[in-house]
Structures are given as structure tokens and as C-alpha cells.
């Protein structure tokens, strides 16, 4: 807190030199904790914003939440559009004109921009935005191998505002034609008068541009590089993926996949309005009253034999329930297993079988307990039986197709998150009924 | 593939000049993989790792999987260990000094250190392995400020292979104090006879040692650094944690908070044991085993109600089903959004309101369906009614609960992902079936 108003003091009150003195030293996400809070008053933000110069403003709008971006712009004093517009990533640009509406704004901030911006702007709206080009940034460094290290540091110094952020230096020929790299610590521990070629790696780690996000972070978490460059067919460079990409994409693949595995929307978030939420979660609400209807159905099949033995309807919701445990344990266990890339061919069968075994001894454990259960609740041994083998039967099934499901869908190229719950839970659900009013319907003459 | 069989080509044919050439240019995640294929004879692997230089095996080493580190270590010939160890780094020695058993050997592989390594891996083994401590690396470079970047260039070329996967300089007086950074591109892009405290950031952003793993995710999420120091209480630098740490620990930290929504140990992998398995899920069974004997007992307290009207207990899990997915969707959102600092202090009024609201309306437009379900299934329009009222409560009391539970132990300090979903869903269970049973035996005349 203290940190924050020193800061907005330093904002408010600063002389102009000051303030450009301590600007190189400010972080933009601390710059933009003070104008996001909300206590603030309108005019105060506006002025704050209008004292900083044109590459603050830019990182400022950098880092903003996508969804907030063009809404910082509007704070900006109009005239400082453009320039300030230059100072943005290609990909930052991007990320706003798609949360713009109206696209004839679009087209006039698009008009203001340099012909190189806006050719790299109309290049990366051509990408899916899930993929390596969706993600990449086309600011990179390129270089010929014909250079010296004191040549290069040289040029580094000439064109300093864009090295900030960068990591590495690409060798190219005239074409964009990759042919190595070079980290700026090779750069630094070189001696100055060794030729790039000579410390160039030629063995580029690179993504193709149309790789989907989640295959980019686990190329970044295999070779611990802080950046990655993107290519085309023919191993042209077309732009660079950085760690803080990667860091948005491995949490908002995780949160899609929680949200999926709960039936809400990959992209909900606090954020979301009411009617937005309302949409995220009600289809799965839907699919799962009519699936309901399908055990609902086997239940009312049975009518009869819980006609003569109502305790049984005490007890199968606890058959049920522990089967749609064992069920969600296993299901979640091999999604995020093949998300993170642990589970894969080379030890599926093996898994399998560890599954089955834990299913099968815990199984037992619980049917016991569970026999003990229902013998007390049931008031009867003959139905404590009953609800011991059912469960240990439910378990079992709910294991296999706990692991089984995603597998399939895995392997048929859907996103085993979206669909594996629903489906593990209803034929759970509906065997654990069939399994314990069948069973107990067959042996009725021991239960009266 | 063909990769991987051009490395193992290498690796088993080259000469040694030639071997020695390619070496700086082969990533030792790629190496990995060829000697952990599964399909390599052990005698080739030895033959593969005894040909590669000792800071070769050290990062080997340190890519390796935690379990897996002092398996291959074993395989490097005896009278290496001691240069290879000293190859590593100190955060990875001390994960691999974590997965040995017998403590006589760890004494022994620490004996073999030099007296500067030997003490960074028992100041790293004080500190918890899930805090800023417990992932730093101990390995950085500090310089004084009165130093200009040509010397620090050249100094820079001296030290060079300390160099290699630094991202920044810390400046320090002689006491270790941290009093700026300066950062490569810093380095690379500034006139050589510049001072570097003409161009050190003295605003450093750090993290204290004892800050939680999960905290320091979110400082590099907010600042985008590709490494942060950490510090002691008097601001003394200790160490660094970079990018790629952080990688790990979100990954980490998403997979504890996915496996412990459905019930299973955080830590629990594809290559846990049936014995780890079966602890791993067996507490959760349990438990949920208990409490459902909770919601058992009140279906048996209505056993005379369901004796008359047969249908209700057809019905009962569709009521309560829905209550488990509106509950499940709810604590799931609101954990996840704790954990990823959407939801906090600011908006948490805003994001109840909007649950409850949502929670409303889904429930009136589900509700209208169910009950067209149990007037169709009860063949009864006031059963249909008692399903439709029941399931609306049953809705929103899962949706406040779903809300509340979580953010409630957040506050005490209890992660939520763990105990959130048994709560919720014990409660949420017990309500609809009181609720929908309730209702049934107060109106049971209109039921006849």
C-alpha cells in the first residue's frame, strides 16, 4: 500500500523532470495498480496518464487485461493516439482491436499506424489465436552471420528501445530464412572480436505457427528457453513466443480444464455478468436433468421392490454416490495426467492397471464398510450384502470407464475435459442402480 | 523420431572431436530422451553418458524428473560423481539429495563437494520446499556499482560459464545488500563507458524466502521478469528463482488443486504405485462414505412417505443430483479464482450477487423442466410441483454454499480445493433430500 501511494504521489506531484528521471525505474503493472483503483477520481487518472511520455503509455497498455485495453486508450489524450499506438506490442494491438465493437474504430486506429505495424497487425489477425502465430509477437531481433560480437553490441546499442525484453538474437539470411541463434549471454561473455557464426546454436528450438498453445508451453517447459521462435513452412521466421506468454497459457489451460471438469465455461471468470454466467452454466444443467432421467427411469423400473423394501431406497444413493467418487477420482486423474503429457502410449496399459488394482482394494475396503452400513441401516445382514457387492461392482466400473473414456476421447482428437463427466457419471449412475435394485429385486425372498 | 535417432547416431558413432563440436549445440532435454527410451540397452546408455563431458551430465542431471536424478547419476562411472555433482545446480543437488534414502550416502555424495557448493546445499535444505527458499537456485551474479560495462563485459567473458541461463546482474555492497539489477539487454545495449549505476534499476522487485511458492507465481505473472531475486529479512540477496521454475511450480500447483476438487493426493502421478493410489483416494472414500450415510439417514427418517408415494424415491436423485452440479460449479469457479487472484477482497460482493442471481435464474428455467419431468414420471402434477419448488432450493442453497464454503476457508487460511467439495456436497445432499422429502410428506394428501 505505502508503495503505491509513494507512487502516486510521485505521479501527482513530481516535476516534469522528476518524473523523467524516475519513469525507467517504474513498473507498469505497479503504474497500472494505481490508476485501476477504483477510489480515484476520474480527472485525477486522466491527468496521471497525460504526464507520462508515449513508451509508458504503450507498456501500460501492454499489460492491461485484454478487455480493458481500449478503454486506457480513451484515457489517452487523442492526439497521442498514434504515437502511442506505435509503442504497443503487434500482439498487445491485436488483443484490443479484438475487444473493439465498432470495427470502423478499428479501422481508423489501423490507419494510424506505420505500414510495417500494420502489415505485422494484418498478419497476426490471420492466426488462430489459440496457436503459436495467435500468441507470438513479431518484435524479435534478426541479424547476418557475417557479424562480430563487438559489431553486434554496437548495434544493440543503436537500436536499444527494442532490445528491452528480448532474449535472444536470431541469425537470418536475406530471405528470413533461420539459420541460428544466439542468447544475449552469449553475446555478453563473447569475446568482441568472434564472429556470430561461431557461437551461433544452429540447432534452433522452434514452434510452427499453427501449433496449438498447450503443445508451445510444453515445448517451453522441455527446453527451458525464455523465448521461442515461431516459423512457416519453409522455416522462415515469422515472430517470437516469451516465458510470460507461456506463463497466461499454461494458467488459462488449467482453468479451462477445472471449469470443463465442473461443467462451466473455459472463459468464465469474476468478470463474467449475469447473463454471461447464466449461458456458461446451463447447458451442462440441461444434460445433466435429462441424463438423470435415464437412472431416474431404472429407479422407477424397480418401483415394486422398493415398494417391499423401502429401506433400499436409503441406501442407493450411497451406492451411487460412491461409484460417481470413484468415478471423478479416476476421470480427473487421467485428464490432467494427459494434459500435463505424463500419461501417454508408452505407459497407458500400465496405468490402467494400477488403476484397476487401487479400484479393486479400495473396493473392498469400502464394501465392507459399507456391508456394516447397510446392515445397520437396512436392519438386515441379507442387505448389507447387497450393498457391499453392488459397491464393489460400481467401484470397478466406475474405474474403468473413469480411465477408459477420456482415453477414447483423448485419442479421437476431443478434449477429454468437456465430456468425459458427464458421460462417466450418468453410466455410472445408472449401472450403480441396476446393479443394486437388480441384485436386490433377484434375492427379494431373503430381504422380506 | 528421426531427431532422436540422429542424436543416438551421434552419440554412439562420432568421434570424440566430433562429439565435442556438436555438444554445445545438443539441449539436454533432448539427450534425455534418447537415454530414457525405453527400448536402449543399459550397457549403451553407460557407454552413451560416460562419453559426454562433465557440464554435460551436470545439466542432464539437472533436466532430469526429481525420482529419476540419482538413478542416472548412478550410472555415471564412480570416479566422475564428485566433478559431475559440481556441475549441477545447487537447487536441483539438494531435490536429488531429497529422493535418497539411505542418509549415509547423501553424507558421502556431500563429503565430495567443495566447501562452497556444500554449504548452498544446506542453507537450501533449511528453507520449505514449497516457498521462494525452497526453489531458488543459489547460483547469480553480483557486482559492485562502481564498475562500468565494459568491465563488466569482460568480467562477464571470465566467468562464462556462470553465465549461461542468467537473465539479470545484481549490484550488492560488500555486505550482499541488494541495491539494484541491471539486466543483460541492459548490458548489451548500453555504451561501453557507461557507469553501471548510471543504468542499475534500484526499484528491484524481490521476494522474501519464506513467501509461498504459489505467491511468487503471481509476482512473476504480474511483472513478467525472467528471474527475481530472493531476500532475506535484511534485504541480503540469497538466490534467484527464474521463469522456468515458475513454469513448474503453476503446473504443480494447478494439478494439486484439480486432483483435490475430485478427491485424490496433490502429488499423486502416473507413476505412483497401487499402494500410493490407494492411500492417495482411500481417506476421501471414506469420508464421503460417512457423510452419505448422513443424507441416508434422513431418506430413511421419511421411509413411511416414500412407502406411500413409491415414485419420490425414482425422483429424490434428480433433485439432489442437481443441487451436487449447481454446488460442484459453483465452489469450483470460486476456488479457482481465488487461486488465481480474480476473486479477492474488491469484488467479492460483486461475484456473490452474481452467483446468486445466476444461481436464480438457472434455477427457475431448470426447475420448469424438471417439473414437466415429475409430472410425466410421477404421472402426478403436484409431484411435479414438490420437484420443481425442491429443486429451486435445492439450487440456490448449493449456489450460496458452493460460494461461501470456499471463500470462507480461504479466509481461515485452509486451502480450499480440499475440503470444499465434501462439505458442500454432504450439505447440499442432506438439504434436498429434507427439502424434497419434506415437502412430499407436509403435502402428502394432494400426493394420494
Not at 220 to 227: A, I, Q, R
Not at 354 to 366: D, L, P, Q, T, V
Amino acid at each position: 500500500m505505502t508503495k503505491q501511494n509513494d507512487l502516486l504521489n510521485l505521479l501527482l506531484y513530481a516535476s516534469n523532470q522528476e518524473l523523467e528521471q524516475q519513469i525507467p525505474y517504474i513498473y507498469p503493472s505497479d503504474l497500472l495498480d494505481v490508476i485501476n483503483d477504483d477510489n480515484l477520481e476520474e480527472e485525477i487518472i486522466y491527468k496521471i496518464i497525460n504526464r507520462l511520455p508515449n513508451d509508458m503509455i504503450g507498456q501500460l497498455l501492454d499489460e492491461e487485461e485484454q478487455e480493458d485495453k481500449y478503454e486506457l486508450l480513451l484515457r489517452v489524450q487523442q492526439n497521442r493516439h498514434s504515437a502511442v499506438l506505435e509503442e504497443m506490442s503487434s500482439d498487445e494491438l491485436v488483443d484490443m482491436f479484438e475487444t473493439i465493437e465498432d470495427k470502423s474504430i478499428v479501422d481508423d486506429l489501423m490507419a494510424a499506424l506505420t505500414q510495417e505495424n500494420k502489415s505485422d497487425v494484418e498478419l497476426l489477425m490471420t492466426y488462430e489465436p489459440d496457436t503459436a502465430g495467435g500468441i507470438m509477437a513479431t518484435e524479435f531481433i534478426n541479424l547476418y552471420d557475417n557479424k562480430k560480437v563487438q559489431q553486434v553490441l554496437e548495434y544493440l546499442q543503436e537500436i536499444k528501445d527494442q532490445v528491452e525484453s528480448q532474449y535472444a538474437l536470431y541469425v537470418t539470411d536475406k530471405q528470413n530464412t533461420l539459420k541460428g541463434v544466439v542468447s544475449l549471454s552469449d553475446i555478453a561473455t563473447t569475446e568482441f572480436s568472434v564472429p556470430i557464426s561461431d557461437i551461433m546454436n544452429p540447432n534452433v528450438i522452434s514452434v510452427h505457427y499453427d501449433m496449438d498453445q498447450e503443445d508451445v508451453a510444453k515445448v517451453f517447459d522441455k527446453y527451458n528457453l525464455p523465448v521461442i521462435p515461431v516459423i512457416d513452412d519453409d522455416n522462415h521466421i515469422l515472430g517470437i513466443v516469451t516465458f510470460d506468454d507461456i506463463i497466461e497459457v499454461i494458467t488459462q489451460e488449467a482453468t479451462a480444464d477445472i471449469h470443463q471438469l465442473a461443467g462451466i465455461d473455459a472463459d468464465e471468470d469474476a468478470d463474467s455478468s449475469v447473463k454471461e454466467t447464466v449461458r456458461s452454466r446451463i447447458p451442462w444443467l440441461i444434460i445433466n436433468l435429462l441424463t438423470a432421467t435415464v437412472s431416474s427411469s431404472i429407479v422407477a423400473y424397480f418401483s415394486s421392490t422398493i415398494a417391499q423394501v423401502v429401506a433400499l431406497a436409503a441406501l442407493m444413493p450411497i451406492v451411487t454416490g460412491m461409484g460417481g467418487n470413484v468415478g471423478s477420482q479416476t476421470y480427473t486423474f487421467t485428464i490432467r495426467s494427459l494434459a500435463t503429457g505424463k500419461l501417454d502410449k508408452s505407459n497407458e496399459r500400465l496405468v490402467f492397471n494400477r488403476e484397476m488394482k487401487a479400484a479393486f482394494i479400495n473396493g473392498i475396503i469400502i464394501s465392507i464398510l459399507a456391508f456394516f452400513l447397510g446392515t445397520f441401516i437396512g436392519q438386515d445382514l441379507q442387505i448389507g450384502i447387497i450393498v457391499g457387492a453392488s459397491m464393489l461392482l460400481s467401484m470397478l466400473f466406475a474405474a474403468a470407464l473413469g480411465y477408459l473414456i477420456p482415453s477414447v476421447l483423448n485419442k479421437m482428437d476431443i478434449d477429454p475435459a468437456i465430456a468425459s463427466s458427464v458421460l462417466v457419471t450418468t453410466l455410472t449412475d445408472s449401472f450403480g442402480f441396476l446393479v443394486f435394485l437388480g441384485l436386490s429385486t433377484t434375492f427379494m425372498e431373503y430381504l422380506l
